[in-house]
């Protein structure tokens, strides 16, 4: 079942084309990677998909059903957005900050429950900040703060989990540790991942399709072993890439000029 499809759609900022009559069918169970040079508009697709902006022409069908006809308090109950960065304007804990995640849960003017802290609680543990949980956020290091963002995505329990470069500010343990965990919470909420990221070896260990935004007009979609190719990176970033296999697959690097 499709849980997010684009038909025909085409979107621009600040009249520069981004896409042209884009068709993807993202499915339940399905990890979906788009890479794409600085500029080409990866941010703003994403931001497209989750709703925050109006694509110029096509439509958007999130479950089966256009996403604009969708209440918005019941989208951001299965529609999660990881944002590239984080930016807190007022002070408050680790605690207090991942229990945002609950709101579009709640009633207005509904208290947290012990069931929504335990939640939270959870998350925590879930990418290591069980133990700050007292913290204020302005005192975290930004890979802290990447991990704290992530739990506060969690704790939304969406499924559709749109993830703008989840790397971030993030050492190696904590790249591999944390996509590992969002693939298998996404599994277990029978949903779909949709992820920006600049590694295309990360892309590759962990997606099953991928999405390459070559240039408006050439956006080339497919699984992963047949969109990921030496041609077809070398295209995209304009500069020549090789593949060395290894003993945990195809590893991509960059070439001589």
């Known amino acids: 079942m499709n849980l997010l499809q684009t038909k025909s759609l085409t979107v621009s900022i600040a009249g520069k084309p981004i896409c042209n009559d884009l068709d993807v069918e993202m499915q339940r169970g399905e990890c979906w990677t788009i890479l794409g040079g600085n500029g080409a508009g990866k941010t703003t697709l994403l931001h497209t998909f ?24 019941l989208l951001s109950q299965k529609l999660g957005l990881l944002l590239q960065d984080s930016n807190d304007i007022f002070p408050s804990t680790v605690l ?7 709101h579009p849960h709640l009633k207005f003017w509904e208290m947290e429950s012990q069931s929504d802290f335990d939640i939270a609680r959870q998350a925590l543990a879930d990418v290591s900040l069980e133990d700050v949980h ?22 939304q329990n969406p499924e559709l989990f749109l993830l703008d470069e989840p790397t971030n500010h993030l050492d190696m343990r904590y790249q591999i540790t944390l996509l590992e965990m ?30 390459l935004m070559i240039s408006p007009d050439d956006i080339v979609t497919g699984k992963v072993d047949d969109v990921l190719t030496e041609e077809n990176l070398a295209r995209l970033y304009q500069f020549p890439i090789k593949s060395v296999e290894t003993e945990s697959g195809r590893v991509f690097l960059p070439g001589t000029l």
């Not at 207090?96 to 609950?102: A, N, P, Q």
């Not at 996404?186 to 399709?209: F, W």
Request: charged share 30%; net charge positive.
């Open 96 to 102: 207090e900050t991942v229990m945002i995640g609950r």
């Open 50 to 73: 989750a709703g925050l902006r109006t694509a110029d022409e096509g439509q958007i069908d999130f479950a089966d059903k256009l996403l604009e006809h969708w209440p918005r308090k």
């Open 182 to 211: 969002l693939i298998r919470k996404a599994k277990e909420q029978d949903g779909c991942i949709c992820m920006v990221l600049h590694d295309a070896n990360l892309a590759r260990r962990y997606s099953t399709h991928i999405m």
């Open 134 to 155: 007292d913290r204020q956020v302005n005192t975290l290091s930004g890979g802290e703060r990447r991990r704290l963002a992530i739990a506060t995505l969690l704790v």
